[in-house]
Each structure stands twice: as structure tokens, then as C-alpha cells.
């Protein structure tokens, strides 16, 4: 099992950046895959980014070429990095794993992401 904690949310101006931080526990050599998830009130959870064990990456439409998403395996940690953020960005921000051979779905708590204009 993997445990997920994450860090780095907050209040920024539009046109800002965060960098937001997923630190695992757990078996984390048994983590296939991370990615992050993003919430706002009122709609349903999407998916924002992800990153495989290999280091391949996906992205939203929506947050591609302002947002990277990046691992530092020696620290257990993934990384989001948000830039050029804009009011719609504004949501509760979850990091995830893809753990084990049934490939479990894991998540954090989540961190909020406020941008205003």
C-alpha cells in the first residue's frame, strides 16, 4: 500500500505560479504511475496531468504548456508545477497513484488552489 500526502496550495494572483508537492509512503517501489487530479466547486473531478514509471507524461488540454508535471524518485516525491495561472485553475488539487499489479488507485487528501483575478 502507498500513502500520499500532498503540499504547496494556496492564494495567487492570476498569471502566478504554485508548485505544488506529492510525497508517498508506503511500498513506493510498487508505484506505476502518479497524476494529478483537480476538483472545483460545483464539478466533477478531471484529470490534469501524469507521469509513468518511465517518465512519460500526459496533460489536459486545458493546463498544457503552463503546467509540468515531475517525479524525484531518490525523495518520493511528485511535483506540479503551475504557471501562468488563471481564475479558472481554482480548485482542490488531488495527487494519485497507480499501485501494484491491479494497479490500485491511490489519493491524497488534497490541497487548495485559489487564483484571483
Known amino acids: 500500500q502507498v500513502q500520499l500526502v500532498e503540499s504547496g496550495g494556496g492564494l495567487v494572483q492570476a498569471g502566478g505560479s504554485l508548485r505544488l508537492s506529492c510525497v508517498a509512503s508506503g511500498i513506493t517501489s510498487r508505484i506505476n504511475a502518479n497524476g494529478w487530479y483537480r476538483q472545483a466547486p460545483g464539478k466533477q473531478r478531471e484529470l490534469v496531468a501524469t507521469i509513468n514509471r518511465g517518465g512519460t507524461t500526459n496533460y489536459a488540454d486545458s493546463v498544457k504548456g503552463r503546467f509540468t508535471i515531475s517525479r524525484d524518485n531518490a525523495k518520493n516525491t511528485v511535483y506540479l508545477q503551475m504557471n501562468s495561472l488563471k481564475p479558472e485553475d481554482t480548485a482542490v488539487y488531488y495527487c494519485?497513484?497507480?499501485?501494484?499489479?491491479?494497479?490500485?488507485?491511490?489519493w491524497g487528501r488534497g490541497t487548495q488552489v485559489t487564483v484571483s483575478s
Open positions: 494519485t497513484a497507480l499501485w501494484g499489479s491491479a494497479y490500485s488507485n491511490y
